[in-house]
């Protein structure tokens, strides 16, 4: 089992990034100080990065990165995020594998919205995934990691055998 | 100009058909299209405009209307070939997520129950006047600010950022939010006091301490169980007391 | 023989239509139009309370509900209890059954409405959730539309309003004609009865406080509520002491 890397309070796959569920629900619930967006797109997307900005309450840290910096911050011995308790957002299931696969240790995995797109099928409200999402997924949960989707803390969240009979079932 | 009224009027309609797979796109695509029709005459040209419309949108249904407004602007640089039509897609997945957090906790989270409040605590003294204070104080700051950000969008396009930034829409909410907690607890003085009215100190006591319990407890009931439990128990005691 | 309002039978459905049409326009200005805040209960229950004639019982009404669902918050795909079809049901049932009783809406009929009723918030959310649902089907349409050239393509937009429309004024009618049986039981009530359900309303206003209080997501809000809560009974209890 592997342990969450030194000031990751969570780490969530949202198409969103920064948005109410995040920072009306997620950063009180998770009472989080920081939020590092890890995304090559939004990184290099100088409009995105000023509106995000502007959305950040008062006291809350926050960075965009992309995910090669944040793959090397968050792995054992890195410099670590900025807050004691960060929320990470990444924007696609991939993103999440790719950064795994650098060799972050990610004990708990939360989707929130990942939008419809061809070959996506819905498995929640606010989830599509399609087949080699959800291979990637059962390959991380073989590695130790949680997989859930909850788009809010306070709903109950849906695991990952749960989220397989669902996509059966679409 | 007149297409411009059109859009915004029917920029009211945005969560019309909220969907789980687009969500406000239909709303978005509709809203904008009086707006395309003037810009792309031809019938095969604007349905492509609509179509690339019928992408993923979601936000705060009020300020929406700032990137609808943007949206406009960018597409009249489309279609005079000043721009590629990516622009306005970005532009429309940039603003949507952060705008709708600035929507959410500054309505949703502040002015809406804020405003309730007042209108619960002076419900004693205004009778019926209170639901107007309810709907004067919020739509007093929701309809000016919707037509402001729509106009600002429109006239500013990517500069609306800027604008909003500089409106400093968040740096209220903890004013409004201390407002509030202080208006809650009136609202709750209101109704120890209620039940004590006739020289009844026990009933007062008792609704004082049910609010404290149901406040402490409320996170692990959930509104409706903590309304039967307060049902029932109000049963009891009403029979045995009152 | 049921208990009436006032007119009988014939009145009685003259108020179903009145509540279908109110409380199923209220269920669209919720989320899908303009969102004036016409269907909050605080709104809804007064104004559905005068239309089928008795405004400050919906008052008394939509209050402690207004304070119930005050921290229900729509954020993105996440869906609040649907507070409007609990309120205009709730208004639409009680406030004939206040007529017919000749009392208003009183504590003990208020009570009883609302330990019936109060499921409608829950069943009202998975009724958005369908509806919702079943708007994908709209965006199919608008984009087969679009594919083969026809610009109108998203004017099916508005078609969405239709099934929140008719739930509500369904419910909201139903509401109406149930008020009679309603008001058979609060006639029937004896004191202890009446005791017990005037003592429920009381609590649940203390609840309804609670969930205000907790509506505001804000760290100091339980400290600054309780230093208000105390000052205004304080001063109230000083006032009347002096008289």
Redesign the interface.
């Known amino acids: 089992m592997s342990k969450t890397p030194v000031g990751v309070a969570m780490v969530r796959v949202d198409n969103?990034?920064?948005?109410?569920q995040?920072?009306?629900a997620w950063l009180p619930a998770l009472d989080a100080t920081a939020i590092l967006v890890a995304d090559d797109e939004a990184a290099g997307?100088v409009?995105?990065r000023?509106?995000?900005t502007?959305?950040i309450?008062p006291g809350v840290k926050f960075e965009v990165v992309r995910l090669q910096a944040a793959a090397e911050m968050l792995r054992p011995g890195g410099r670590g995020p900025q807050g004691a308790r960060t929320l990470v957002l990444l924007r696609d299931v991939r993103d999440a594998v790719a950064l795994h696969d650098a060799g972050v240790p990610i004990p708990q995995l939360n989707l929130g919205n990942v939008?419809?797109a061809a070959g996506r099928k819905?498995v929640s409200?606010?989830v599509?995934l399609d087949a080699a999402e959800l291979s990637a997924l059962d390959r991380l949960a073989q590695a130790g990691t949680q997989v859930e989707v909850r788009a809010v803390p306070t709903e109950a969240p849906l695991l990952l055998p749960q989220l397989k009979a669902r996509f059966v079932e679409a | 100009m007149g297409a411009l009224g059109r859009v915004f009027l029917r920029s009211?309609?945005l969560?019309?058909?909220?969907?789980?797979?687009?969500?406000q796109?239909?709303?978005f695509?509709?809203a904008i299209?009086p707006a395309?029709?003037d810009l792309?005459p031809d019938?095969?040209e604007?349905?492509?405009a609509?179509?690339r419309?019928?992408e993923?949108f979601?936000c705060?249904?009020?300020l929406a209307a700032a990137i609808l407004g943007g949206a406009v602007r960018l597409e009249e640089r489309v279609a005079n070939g000043e721009a590629p039509p990516q622009i306005v897609s970005?532009?429309k997945?940039?603003?949507?997520?952060?705008?709708?957090?600035?929507?959410?906790?500054f309505f949703?989270?502040a002015l809406?129950?804020v405003?309730?409040?007042a209108?619960?605590a002076t419900?004693p003294f205004l009778?019926?006047g209170?639901?107007l204070v309810?709907?004067v104080l919020?739509?007093a700051v929701?309809?000016p600010v919707r037509l402001w950000l729509f106009a600002t969008g429109y006239l500013r396009a990517?500069g609306v950022?800027?604008a909003?930034?500089r409106a400093h829409m968040?740096s209220g909410t903890?004013f409004l939010?201390?407002c509030?907690?202080?208006?809650?607890?009136?609202?709750?003085?209101?109704?120890?006091?209620?039940?004590g009215i006739p020289g009844r100190p026990f009933?007062a006591l008792?609704?004082?301490s049910?609010?404290?319990?149901?406040?402490a407890t409320?996170?692990r009931l959930g509104?409706?169980r903590?309304?039967?439990i307060?049902?029932?128990?109000?049963?009891?005691?009403?029979?045995r007391?009152? | 023989m049921l208990p009436l309002p006032p007119g009988g039978a014939p009145h009685l459905f003259v108020l179903m239509v009145i509540a279908a049409l109110i409380g199923g326009l209220s269920a669209?200005e919720r989320?899908?139009?303009?969102?004036?805040?016409?269907s909050?209960p605080?709104?809804l229950a007064?104004?559905l309370g005068w239309a089928v004639g008795d405004?400050?019982g919906g008052?008394v009404l939509?209050?402690p509900l207004?304070?119930?669902?005050?921290?229900g918050?729509?954020?993105?795909?996440s869906l609040p209890?649907n507070e409007s079809l609990l309120a205009g049901a709730l208004t639409a049932m009680v406030v004939p059954a206040g007529l017919a009783t000749r009392t208003g809406v009183d504590g003990p009929l208020a009570?009883l409405g609302?330990?019936l009723l109060?499921?409608l918030?829950?069943f009202g959310r998975r009724l958005d959730r369908a509806s919702?649902?079943r708007?994908?089907q709209?965006?199919e349409e608008?984009?087969s539309r679009?594919?083969?050239?026809?610009?109108?393509?998203?004017?099916?937009?508005?078609?969405?309003?239709l099934l929140p429309f008719g739930a509500a004024a369904g419910i909201c009618a139903l509401g109406v004609l149930a008020s009679p049986l309603v008001a058979l039981a609060r006639l029937n009530c004896g004191a202890?009865?009446l005791?017990?359900?005037?003592?429920?309303?009381?609590?649940?206003?203390?609840?309804?406080?609670?969930?205000?209080?907790?509506?505001?997501?804000?760290s100091?809000?339980?400290a600054?509520?309780?230093?208000?809560?105390?000052?205004?009974?304080a001063i109230?209890l000083a006032f009347r002491g002096l008289r």
């Open positions: 969103r990034l920064v948005h109410g995040v920072l009306e997307n409009l995105a000023s509106a995000m502007l959305a309450p939008h419809f819905q409200q606010s599509f | 009211m309609f969560q019309a058909a909220w969907n789980p797979r687009g969500m796109n239909l709303g695509a509709d299209s395309l029709a792309y019938p095969v604007r349905a492509k609509v179509a419309h019928l993923f979601n705060h249904p009020y970005s532009f997945s940039a603003l949507g997520p952060p705008f709708a957090a600035l929507g959410d906790g949703w989270l809406r129950p405003a309730a409040l209108a619960a419900q009778g019926m209170c639901v309810f709907l919020y739509n929701h309809l990517e950022v800027d909003v930034a968040a903890p939010k201390a509030g907690a202080a208006l809650a607890g009136a609202v709750a003085a209101r109704g120890i006091l209620h039940a009933a008792l609704v004082a049910m609010i404290v319990l149901a406040w409320l996170p509104a409706t903590a309304v039967y307060a049902l029932g128990v109000g049963l009891v005691v009403g029979a007391f009152l | 669209i989320k899908g139009a303009f969102q004036v805040m016409l909050r605080i709104v007064p104004l405004a400050q008052l939509g209050i207004e304070l119930l669902f005050l921290g918050v729509n954020l993105g795909g209890d009570a609302l330990a109060l499921p918030a829950l919702e649902e708007n994908t709209l965006l608008a984009l679009a594919a083969r050239g026809d610009p109108s393509a998203a004017r099916v937009n508005l078609r969405g309003l202890l009865a005791a017990a359900l005037e003592g429920s309303w009381h609590v649940v206003w203390a609840v309804a406080a609670a969930c205000a209080v907790r509506a505001i997501r804000d100091r809000a339980p600054l509520a309780a230093i208000c809560a105390v000052t205004v009974v109230t």
